[in-house]
């Protein structure tokens, strides 16, 4: 048992599904199956109860669940304070990201951490799209940048996955579809839509999955704001398609009018990504400070 058998094994916890954890952590599902049936080789039993459509620990699993990420912890912690011995000082740490990063990543928080780490780096944020974003990597004026990844993806850029999520529809809580489950795209195509811009990334991704099944569909309202798609859908003017978790935690926000999801079936269903993206093949060739930033939000230690 190493520590890339454990973070393969927090990936799929985490995930409950191996899809979805094989592409945040950037490797083929074969691989990353056969890194888990060593490990439940080497442990004496399974660690997961499998099913068609998802993944559930079993009693040993939830038991290794726990101890796999207090060990991870301790692991990013001793590369931290190693880090902090070896004096980042004086520096510069450019970041780039896109606007669609909560809830996944608290980046106002995350750099406010850094500069309490690290009081003498100067720090930068661009806010773009992510076509821009990845421009300012490969050009060197990014250290990072906070976005979906390019398929395919250059050969002179390395990545690191930490989010693989399902796309969900979002309508108001009487709408027809509200609460469905297992439905088809071509039940959406006769829907008015309610979209991000075209350079958003998740804007992309539904209509390359709609041209991808040869649908078309309506989009009656066009915005440049992840709230304000959301409260289109809320008052029933639309639907829209948003990653889960930004859904999840839109129903937790009380503050506004109430919404309702439904699921795609898994085999219609997009999957919205969110990479750092850095120069390099590797993380083991990021800058220092790149991968001290990294180790502050807690990424498993996973190369491109």
Request: aromatic share 6%; glycine share 6%; net charge negative.
């Amino acid at each position: 048992m190493d520590l890339k058998q454990l973070e393969h094994f927090v990936a799929v916890a985490e995930e409950r599904h191996f899809t979805r954890a094989s592409r945040r952590l950037n490797l083929v599902q074969s691989g990353l199956s056969a890194s888990i049936r060593s490990l439940e080789e080497d442990l004496g039993g399974p660690l997961f109860v499998r099913s068609t459509r998802s993944v559930g620990l079993t009693p040993a699993g939830e038991v290794l669940f726990e101890e796999a990420r207090r060990v991870l912890a301790a692991a990013r912690e001793a590369r931290h304070a190693v880090t902090q011995v070896h004096g980042l000082a004086r520096g510069r740490l450019s970041i780039g990201a896109i606007h669609s990063l909560a809830p996944f990543v608290d980046l106002p928080a995350s750099l406010g951490q850094f500069r309490a780490a690290f009081s003498g780096i100067d720090i930068e944020l661009t806010l773009d799209g992510s076509r821009a974003l990845i421009d300012q990597v490969r050009e060197g004026r990014l250290d990072l940048a906070f976005t979906q990844p390019p398929d395919p993806l250059p050969d002179e850029l390395g990545m690191h996955m930490f989010a693989c999520e399902g796309m969900v529809v979002v309508c108001a809580e009487d709408h027809r579809l509200a609460g469905a489950s297992d439905l088809k795209l071509s039940d959406l195509s006769e829907e008015t839509f309610a979209d991000l811009r075209s350079d958003w990334s998740v804007r992309r991704l539904v209509d390359r999955s709609f041209a991808a099944a040869g649908l078309q569909r309506r989009t009656g309202f066009e915005v440049n704001d992840l709230p304000m798609l959301l409260e289109l859908a809320a008052q029933g003017l639309a639907i829209t398609m948003v990653p889960e978790s930004v859904a999840a935690a839109r129903v937790r926000d009380t503050r506004g009018a109430s919404i309702a999801t439904a699921t795609l079936r898994e085999s219609e269903e997009p999957c919205w990504e969110l990479a750092a993206v850095f120069r390099g093949g590797a993380r083991n060739e990021l800058t220092p400070l790149a991968r001290a930033f990294l180790d502050l939000l807690q990424l498993p230690d996973v190369a491109s």
